[in-house]
């Protein structure tokens, strides 16, 4: 099993709880949040609820990231000069950029079929 549920058992967390507890946050009012809580409570608390709920169902928008477009192409006259430790380094790079690649494109299928999934269940 992956690393974030050993530590959400470790800690005896469970998404469940988590997800009732933002829900809970960001449908209470101000002020019986400071009675229950013994803190001032404030709309940015309430605000960054409603945020990770939005995030965790599909709902909030793609964050915007920072793109690098860059295309290496080496000829074969480079790479005939390359070392052994060059090549292999450009071997282990291109290795990570295709597993980070995939690794991307099944993380926005898995949102795409989430998402649809929460508008059949709320629809």
Known sequence: ????????????????????????????????LTEQSGVPARWGDKLKALELLMKHLGLAAPETHQHIHQHVHFTMEQLQRMTDDQLNRTEAAYAALTTIEKEVAGDEARRASFSARSRDVVG
Do not use: F, N, W
């Open 1 to 32: 099993m992956g690393g974030q549920y050993r530590q959400l058992k470790s800690v005896d967390v469970r998404i469940q709880d988590v997800l009732h507890d933002l829900r809970a946050i960001a449908h209470t009012d101000l002020q019986t």
